[in-house]
C-alpha cells in the first residue's frame, strides 16, 4: 500500500475521529454496509472505513464504524477501493471494484494488527441496481432455463439451491461435480477439475487439470482478469437468501458465448439473483 495513501487515509481517520459520521453525498446511488473486525479475534472494530478513488488515491466517502462494527458508506458509480484504517493495525486496502447506480453490497472487512489480515474481504450479500437496461427476473430466468435445455454445464433453481441446505455460495460449490473447493470461504481456493485424456505407452490415461474461475453476477462479470481481487475471493461467504440460479461451466466446451470473455479459458460461474 503506498505512502500517499495511507497518509491521506490516516488524515480521513483523525478527522472521523474527531467529527463522527460525515454525512454522505447527496443523491448518493451506490451504497456499501458492512462490519469491521478484528482478524485475529472476530471482535468489531471501530475503525474508520472508506471507498477510495483509485486514479487519485483519495478517499471520496468515509465513516466511523459503530460500536458493533458497523458502517454504511454511499457515493455514486464509478470505481473505487474499499479501505480501513485503525490506529495499532495495518490498513487495509482491496482491489478496485467497479459499481454502478442503484448497487447495494454488504461485505465483511478483516483489519490486523501485523500485517494483512487471514481473511478475505467476504461479501455476504450483493443487489444489482434497479436500471431499466437490466433484464427482468422473469426474462433472465428464461435465459437460464433455455441453456439448461441445451445440456451444457450445470445449472440449479432457486429450489434446488433451497434442498442443498447450503448456508453459502462456498457451501453449496462444494457439491457441485468437477469443481474443487478447497475452502469454501474464499473463491481463490476453488477450481474448475477436467479430465484430460492423453496416450502413454501402457495405453490412455487422464491427468486433472486445475483452472482459474470467471465469475458473473445477473450477466456482469465481477472478477478482475489477472489480479487478486479480495471482493471476488470473498464470494464464498455469500449467503444464498437471494440467490435464485446458479450455473456452472466446465471449461470452454460448456462456455456459452455470453460468458466467453476472450481471457476466458477454463470455465465460470454465473450467479442470478433477485429483482
Not at 453490497?105 to 455476504?124: E, F
Not at 436500471?131 to 450445470?154: N, Q
Not at 439451491?161 to 457451501?171: K, P, V
Request: net charge negative.
Amino acid at each position: 500500500m503506498g505512502f500517499q495513501f495511507i497518509r491521506r487515509a490516516a488524515g480521513a481517520a483523525g478527522l472521523l475521529f474527531v467529527a463522527g459520521l460525515v454525512p454522505a453525498a447527496v443523491q448518493a446511488q451506490v451504497v456499501i454496509r458492512g462490519i469491521l473486525y478484528d482478524d485475529a479475534t472476530g471482535l468489531p472494530v471501530r475503525g474508520a472505513v472508506m471507498l477510495v478513488d483509485p486514479s487519485t488515491d483519495a478517499p471520496v466517502a468515509h465513516v466511523r464504524a459503530d460500536s458493533a462494527g458497523q458502517f454504511a458508506l454511499q457515493t455514486r458509480e464509478g470505481q473505487y477501493q474499499i479501505a480501513a484504517v485503525f490506529p495499532g493495525y495495518t490498513s487495509v486496502l482491496s482491489a478496485p471494484i467497479a459499481l454502478q447506480d442503484g448497487e447495494q453490497m454488504t461485505v465483511h472487512v478483516p483489519i490486523a494488527v501485523k500485517g494483512d489480515p487471514t481473511h478475505q474481504i467476504a461479501v455476504v450479500q450483493h443487489v444489482k441496481p434497479d436500471h431499466s437496461s437490466v433484464r427482468s427476473e422473469r426474462s433472465r430466468l428464461s435465459a437460464f432455463d433455455a441453456r439448461r435445455a441445451l445440456g451444457t454445464g450445470l445449472h440449479f433453481d432457486a429450489q434446488q439451491i433451497a434442498q442443498s441446505h447450503a448456508a453459502t455460495l462456498g457451501e453449496f460449490l462444494q457439491n457441485v461435480p468437477g469443481l474443487s473447493v478447497t475452502d469454501p470461504a474464499t473463491t481463490s481456493s476453488m477450481t474448475m477439475i477436467r479430465s484430460i485424456g492423453s496416450f502413454t505407452s501402457s495405453g490412455r490415461s487422464t491427468r486433472s487439470n486445475a483452472c482459474h474461475i470467471a465469475w458473473f453476477i445477473d450477466g456482469r462479470r465481477i472478477d478482475l482478469p489477472g489480479m487478486s481481487d479480495p471482493i471476488t475471493q470473498g464470494l464464498g461467504m455469500m449467503t444464498l437468501d437471494n440467490v435464485i440460479g446458479i450455473e456452472v461451466f466446465r471449461g470452454l466446451s460448456e462456455l456459452p458465448p455470453e460468458f466467453a470473455d476472450p481471457d476466458v479459458r477454463c470455465g465460470a460461474v454465473a450467479l442470478w439473483t433477485r429483482e
